[in-house]
């Protein structure tokens, strides 16, 4: 199978792997093709990202994905970070083959599920 370099450099080097123990928003999806699952963590501060860390168990696409999306949603607005889709993504990634594609759904909906958690909890 044919990954980029750039897939393959945010596998094999993954950024923000890890959990942040005071979350402001924590999203939690799984991919309903595999079973794999996406983890993600945000600290918000004013409606801004200010750290984020994942937890991808999933294939080398859907880390290299999530790896991605969380640099690209760092120091970014929450509303303008629930705009990133996994097309976006994959673009900066220098692509995906064809059937990994799904495998990049999991960065682009666990970062709303995260956003959404937040934003119920700071309603209460
Ligand atoms: Fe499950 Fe890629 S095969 S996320």
Known sequence: ??????????FNNPRNVGEIADADGIGIVGNSKCG???KIYLKIKNN??????FK????AAAIATSSMATEMIKGKD????TKITNKIIINKLG????NKIHCSCLAEQAIRAAVK??????KK
């Not at 929450?78 to 970070?81: G, M, N, P, Q």
């Not at 958690?117 to 700071?122: A, P, Q």
């Open 1 to 10: 199978m044919y990954y980029s370099k750039t897939v393959t450099d945010y």
């Open 36 to 38: 794999d699952i996406m």
């Open 48 to 53: 801004i990202i200010t750290d984020v860390k």
């Open 56 to 59: 991808t168990y999933g294939c």
């Open 78 to 81: 929450i509303s303008e970070a």
């Open 95 to 98: 692509g995906l083959p064809d």
């Open 117 to 122: 958690d937040y934003v119920n909890k700071t």
